[in-house]
């Protein structure tokens, strides 16, 4: 059954908008997971520009459900991510000057790098995701990597702006996601998603996780935190059925 997890960044952004005491990432993480999130996450950049490392070690501490930090493959977030020990570390690249996750971690061509990256973290008994494109090469380099989970990277699709150009993203990315279950991997999507452009993965069998912030922090907005992330969840529930 595919699950939800809520990054609660957003909520992070807001307090940092004046510098605030609130809103709080953690209260938001804990509403999150009584409307029915599986999982909570968060990205660390290293701009600390929305989450920073105290919310990292509440959110930590105080979630029930599953933990995952987002981050970029560095040794100081290596170094808190062994100390703040999440359920799941997903690898994503990250620019300073960009808005969001502007695309896939480039693995292909750098396995050994990142072994050497992961290990340490696996060794702690952290499971590894990474943020990729749905190429056959990232997720070729994925599995010979050695980690549990690829998060494929849905953005593109999310941002096309024709019907050719989203049927297009999307037959890639279920390619991808059939190609990297057949390698062994478990399977997360994320980065764009939203009420309606979640629809089209309805049918498609065996994604383990939903990762979804930006669509659920605006709706709340409008209706309340708790119920717009009671919404997706039942979405994603019913994609089992
Ligand atoms: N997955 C990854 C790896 C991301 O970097 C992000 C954005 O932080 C998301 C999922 C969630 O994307 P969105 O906020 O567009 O739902």
């Known amino acids: ?27 938001a993480a804990l509403v999150a997971e009584e409307a029915g999130a599986h999982g909570i996450i968060a990205h660390l950049r290293e701009d600390r520009r929305h989450i920073n490392d105290n919310d990292v070690e509440r959110i930590a501490k105080e979630t029930s459900t599953l933990f995952h930090l987002e981050m970029a493959a560095t040794d100081e977030m290596r170094k808190i991510a062994r100390r703040v020990k999440p359920y799941s ?107 309606d452009n979640i629809l089209s993965f309805s049918k498609i069998p065996a994604i383990n996780e939903y990762s979804i912030g930006f669509s659920i922090i605006a709706e709340a907005v409008f209706t309340g935190l708790k119920p717009a992330v009671a919404r997706m969840a039942a979405l994603v529930a019913d994609f089992s059925a």
């Open 1 to 27: 059954m595919p699950t939800l997890a809520v990054n609660i960044d957003h909520v992070a952004t807001i307090r940092q908008a004046r510098l605030a005491t609130f809103p709080d990432p953690l209260k």
């Open 89 to 195: 570390v997903c690898l994503v690249p990250e620019k300073r000057k960009e808005l969001t996750t502007e695309g896939g971690l480039a693995v292909a061509g750098r396995v050994k790098h990142f072994k050497d990256y992961v290990g340490p973290l696996q060794d702690d008994g952290i499971k590894i995701s990474l943020f990729i494109e749905a190429s056959s090469e990232q997720i070729d380099a994925a599995a010979e990597i050695g980690v549990e989970y690829v998060e494929i990277h849905t953005g593109h699709y999310a941002d096309a702006e024709d019907y050719e150009s989203r049927k297009r993203e999307l037959e890639k990315i279920f390619v991808g996601i059939g190609y990297a279950q057949d390698l062994g991997l478990k399977v997360n999507v994320g980065h764009g998603l939203d009420y």
